[in-house]
């Protein structure tokens, strides 16, 4: 790449193939809100890699439920996942769906809840602390009502109602009913109320988070930004909606057939939510088939990486519901499939795409047609978020083999690996926003 390159020349060949593209643009202020969201995000990122590599021996043990386990997943899902994904809604929701942010200040505030709540909370379970978690969960509570409630405001005023807003408005529905029964299971710590239900409501509570919250919300999103990213137009999009559809029915099925234990609806569950799993690879694979740009950039190689996880959960799922609760490191090897595999890095591809856009549009866009200006993939190095992308997919491999096996070692230097990854992906998210673009010189 040479500093004359023009700046936008990916995106605006995105806006110029694919309609309704060049509504992503982000503008300054969306972009400033986005991007403090993203660098708490990035921080919980790598402070859920560090323990990873504490439990490590604890997944290889499948021993799910210890409060280690349970803090550190909630750095990634809470930390990482939540504050990443309201990030992405406060600047794609006014520019894609046409639908100004209601009250931006209570974003702002949203923001002061979540970003200290979701590590109050994590270590307060983690270190088995009663003040820090519940001043966590009052943090986080405070911080997600306000968020929902801002965005519930907003939705209605959206000039588009197509499947990225469905997918938001149910998303957010899922994460109302995760909190709640996140709290339910906080409570039960201290009082043991459902006893022996604790790990079908835990069940209950995961999937809700993974599939409702987090994946219905990629799935929506990816409607709208694959296509762009991938300069792909003429696919057919209905298996968007078909996924919306499934992954809705398949989380509610589940919630019910587990909290009744209801075998035969979970198992219906089941078929739906491996259905509208497979929907969505089969919608991301048909926006892969049409692109214009032949070479796929890094971002969407995470992406499709985070497909074959997801693949791979989709088959540890079955498998675990045959053999039952008792195979904990199936289940555990399941969730790591799922959730770090899967929907974790398929949201660190879009961030390859989104981020360097968001810094760009803020640091450079009164240069527009200058020599000097740099192009948005300038502001990071492709090879090096290439050795990234092999150590994390490596890792992770490592580490879910090691659970299935049992073996601790190995555990350990699989979740080291990904953690090696995180620290790459911090560091070049840090130049993006604060270094000298690659190939440009002052």
């Known amino acids: 790449m040479t500093s004359s390159a023009r700046p936008m020349a990916s995106h605006g060949a995105a806006a110029a193939t694919v309609p309704g593209a060049a509504a992503a643009s982000p503008t300054t202020a969306s972009a400033k809100l986005a991007g403090k969201h993203f660098a708490a995000a990035i921080a919980y990122l ?12 604890e997944l290889a043990a499948g021993n799910y439920l210890a409060p280690h386990v349970t803090g550190v997943a909630h750095l990634f899902t809470l930390g990482w996942l939540t504050m990443t994904i309201f990030g992405a809604l406060y600047q794609l929701v006014p520019v894609a769906l046409g639908a100004p942010l209601r009250w931006p200040r209570m974003a702002h505030v949203s923001f002061a809840a979540l ?27 405070l911080g997600i009502v306000l968020a929902v409630t801002n965005l519930a405001a907003t939705l209605p005023r959206a000039r588009s109602r197509d499947e990225t807003w469905v997918a938001i408005a149910l998303a957010m529905a899922f994460l109302v009913s995760t909190l709640i029964l996140g709290v339910v299971l906080l409570h039960n710590v201290h009082t043991g109320f459902i006893a022996a239900a604790r790990v079908r409501v835990l069940a209950t509570h995961l999937h809700m988070a993974i599939v409702g919250w987090a994946l219905m919300m990629i799935v929506g999103v990816s409607h709208r930004l694959l296509p762009m990213f991938l300069l792909a ?3 057919d999009t209905r298996w968007t909606r078909r996924a919306i559809v499934l992954l809705a029915a398949g989380v509610t099925a589940f919630a019910l057939g587990t ?3 209801l075998p035969a609806l979970v198992w219906v569950a089941v078929v739906l939510l491996e259905a509208g799993v497979a929907c969505f690879v089969r919608q991301a694979w048909a926006f892969y088939r049409v692109r214009v740009r032949k070479q796929i950039d890094v971002g969407m190689r995470f992406a499709a990486t985070a497909l074959a996880f997801l693949a791979a959960a ?5 498998i675990l519901l045959v053999r039952g609760a008792s195979s904990t490191r199936v289940a555990t090897a399941y969730v790591l499939a799922g959730l770090l595999g899967g ?8 961030l390859y795409k989104i981020i360097p856009l968001l810094a760009w549009t803020v640091r450079y866009q009164g240069m527009v047609g200058q020599a000097s200006a740099p192009t948005v993939a300038q502001l990071y190095s492709a090879r090096t978020a290439q050795v990234q992308l092999a150590l994390m997919g490596a890792g992770l491999v490592a580490l879910i ?10 555990a350990v230097s699989g979740a080291a690996l990904y953690f090696t990854g995180a620290l790459i992906f911090a560091s070049q998210m840090l130049r993006v926003a604060v270094g000298r673009p690659i190939g440009v010189t002052s």
Do not use: E, N, R
């Open 115 to 141: 970003a200290p709540g979701a590590g109050a909370f994590a270590c307060g379970v983690a270190a088995g602390s009663v003040w820090a978690t519940h001043a966590g969960i009052a943090l986080l509570t």
């Open 233 to 235: 137009h003429g696919a």
């Open 343 to 350: 929907v974790v890095t398929y949201v660190i591809g879009f």
């Open 401 to 410: 083999t090691a659970t299935l096996l049992g073996l601790a070692t190995v």
């Open 314 to 318: 989709g088959v540890l799922g079955p």
């Open 46 to 57: 790598v402070s859920g890699s560090v323990g990873l590599v504490w439990i490590a021996p």
């Open 259 to 261: 909290t009744l234990s």
